[in-house]
């Protein structure tokens, strides 16, 4: 099961970072890929980014690029989101998500293992 934690405080001062990490206990974790998506009241949830098994593989939103990094540890069974140069925009909830071969990192309907998700404030 995926389990997503955000490490520091819920909030955040706009231009501030933060790191999500997202935790497996699921077996061949190194074969699975790793989305982060967000949702807020009113909007559809949004992909964020993603990473391949390996990591040799990531892509980002247009709207994350250059500020957000993802990376995974998976001899630890970690994901981690880093989040830099943060907006009040990017205040949600952000979820991690698992699977094997999502076909598309962006539709969430293809990612089958889902975090419980974290909540990210960001204050100007």
């Known amino acids: 099961r995926c389990s997503c934690r955000r490490l520091g405080g819920g909030l955040v001062q706009a231009g501030g970072s933060l790191r999500l990490s997202c935790t497996a206990s699921?077996?061949?974790?190194?074969?699975?890929?790793v989305g982060w998506f967000r949702h807020t009241p009113g909007k559809e949830r949004e992909f964020v980014a993603a990473q391949g098994g390996s990591g040799a593989t990531a892509a980002y939103a247009d709207s994350v690029k250059a500020r957000f990094i993802v990376s995974r540890d998976n001899a630890k069974n970690m994901a981690y989101l880093q989040m830099n140069s943060l907006k009040p925009e990017d205040t949600a909830v952000y979820y991690c998500?698992?699977?094997?071969?999502?076909?598309?990192?962006?539709?969430?309907?293809?990612?089958?293992?889902w975090g419980t998700g974290t909540q990210v404030t960001v204050s100007s």
């Open positions: 998500a698992a699977q094997g071969i999502p076909g598309s990192y962006s539709n969430p309907t293809k990612w089958g293992y």
């Open positions: 699921r077996r061949s974790f190194r074969h699975y890929s």
